[in-house]
């Protein structure tokens, strides 16, 4: 089996799954050893691939979502695995999302196409079998709701003598 592009004379990264896919053959368990996938990485592609679906507008319940703003406010990174759990297995996964919906967007759609995206990318980049993607929407987000508590930030910071102090981000 070639790894190179036809007439490119590039490597080509073949997939994680094998032809035959399925429990009888793995990729991840050959007779030249295993391959382990650690929970954070199913967690990080999962994260990423349900965000890419348009309607999702975060991930996590409200908790989450507040510390992470908070660590986002002091420097930190927010972590794209926020609102993911995940259970890996030798051959298999299962994922559980948390998500805030934009307002508008009908949610079983939307439930439907993260879904989909989700079994796709970890399928593809891991070479699992995932068995369940569980979708609980925690929230809607209003179109007004950020536009509301900047005006109400920047009315607080202000006395009247001064510019409103920037907004952080």
């Known amino acids: 089996m070639s790894t ?3 007439g490119t004379g590039q490597a080509t990264v073949p997939r994680a799954r094998t032809e035959s ?4 053959g793995s990729s991840l368990v050959t007779d030249k050893g295993t391959t382990s996938i650690d929970d954070g990485v199913v967690a990080k592609i999962a994260g990423l ?17 507040a510390l992470g703003s908070v660590r986002g406010l002091v420097g930190g990174e927010r972590s794209v695995a926020q609102g993911v759990s995940v259970e ?3 051959r298999q996964a299962a994922v559980d999302l948390d998500l805030v919906a934009e307002y508008g967007t009908a949610i079983p759609d ?15 980049m891991c070479g699992l079998e995932v068995t369940e993607v569980n979708i609980r929407v925690d929230d809607v987000h209003l179109p ?20 409103p102090e920037p907004r952080v981000r």
Request: aromatic residues 0%; negative net charge.
């Open 4 to 6: 190179h592009a036809a």
């Open 21 to 24: 896919g399925g429990a009888s």
């Open 49 to 65: 691939a349900a965000r890419e679906v348009s309607g999702v507008h975060a991930m996590g319940g409200g908790t989450a979502r």
């Open 88 to 90: 890996v297995g030798e």
């Open 110 to 124: 939307l439930a439907a196409a993260v879904r989909k995206n989700v079994i796709g990318a970890v399928e593809r």
């Open 144 to 163: 007004d709701q950020d536009g509301d508590r900047d005006r109400d930030r920047n009315r607080d910071s202000s006395d009247g003598a001064g510019e």
